[in-house]
């Protein structure tokens, strides 16, 4: 979602792992700003994140020439559909998702319509791209998106029960290795991008000084020893991200910091970080600096994903009757 800024949450529990699976799987990434919009949001700095994150994504090895990337507004099949399902989707089912809880908690009176149906969007992103006649849709998803991937696969089968087969029911692929990193002041929160307290989140963009300022002060726990262990929950976090970056095995990284302290891992984990990110900074900022090869680019992808996404649409309208 084009709020905030993407952080190394965001790279190592996803975007690493599309860029594994586009090899595999025709694949669509979609910089959701329709979801962005269930809050309140300053327009010109939308526009600007939603550019950051598709520049962020090229630069982080998704690859325009065989995925498509595109902003979700621009494809106005989303919408239709979203209104579609929210037709045969109950105000209860709504109401037990998670997430919009947590979003709204005690401002749900206030909290707007948009965050309350926001699942509802999500299932029309997915369902959108199974084809015709449906073929399997595999979806990427952390762990804590298990919930809205359900209902999308709820609202499938309803929808092929009530009208005729039009959808898959997705499947998720969720990678375990890496899947939730954790804040660094907080290690028993997940890695935010809404996270007020800016020691908690190392984004992709952060300055080497920055990363080395937030890793030093990062929680690590009681103990002296650099290992793996559950119980110290900011050491482990900080020892994963290690893991995910180095590609050395568990056993390798306490061998190699066995005697050493919490200070000089840390020192080596930011440069690691630092080292790590260097390729991504400077790919975005040749992106940036190129406008129009980004418009380009979202044009193209919209592009496709219109024709992918009116196939499926106009096969739904025509099953219910529209049209």
């Not at 699976?21 to 600007?48: G, W």
């Not at 592009?303 to 106009?314: D, F, G, I, K």
Request: glycine share 6%.
């Amino acid at each position: 979602m084009p709020t905030g800024s993407l952080h190394l949450g965001n790279y190592l529990g996803a975007i690493v792992h599309w860029v594994n699976l586009q090899r595999r799987y025709e694949s669509f990434f979609c910089v959701v700003d329709l979801h962005a919009i269930t809050t309140p949001q300053d327009p010109r700095e939308l526009h600007d994140k939603t550019r950051e994150v598709a520049a962020l994504f090229i630069a982080s090895g998704i690859d325009p020439r065989i995925s498509t990337i595109f902003v979700q507004s621009a494809v106005p099949a989303h919408a239709e559909l979203c209104w579609m399902l929210n037709c045969i989707t109950s105000m209860g089912r709504l109401e037990r998702m998670i997430q919009f809880k947590e979003k709204a908690g005690k401002e749900r009176e206030s909290a707007s319509v948009g965050l309350f149906d926001y699942p509802v969007l999500q299932a029309a992103d997915i369902l959108l791209y199974g084809g015709e006649p449906p073929r399997t849709v595999l979806v990427p998803v952390g762990a804590d998106q298990r919930q809205h991937l359900e209902l999308a696969r709820d609202l499938a089968a309803r929808f092929n029960r009530r009208y005729g087969v039009i959808f898959c029911e997705p499947e998720p692929i969720i990678s375990e290795a890496g899947a939730r990193i954790m804040g660094l002041q907080y290690p028993l929160k997940k890695m935010s991008k809404s996270e007020k307290n800016p020691l908690d989140t190392l984004r992709l963009l952060d300055t080497p000084d920055e990363i080395r300022q937030k890793i030093a002060k990062a929680v690590t726990g009681p103990g002296r020893e650099v290992r793996f262990d559950v119980e110290q929950p900011g050491l482990y976090n900080l020892l994963t991200i290690y893991e995910l970056l180095s590609k050395k095995s568990r056993p390798e990284i306490e061998a190699h910091f066995r005697g050493k302290g919490y200070a000089e891992f840390k020192r080596e984990l930011a440069e690691l970080v630092i080292n790590s990110l260097r390729p991504l900074q400077e790919r975005y900022q040749e992106i940036r600096r190129d406008p129009r090869y980004l418009e380009d680019v979202l044009k193209d992808g919209s592009t496709r994903a219109r024709a992918e996404s009116e196939v499926v649409l106009r096969a739904a309208m025509t099953a219910m009757g529209l049209g």
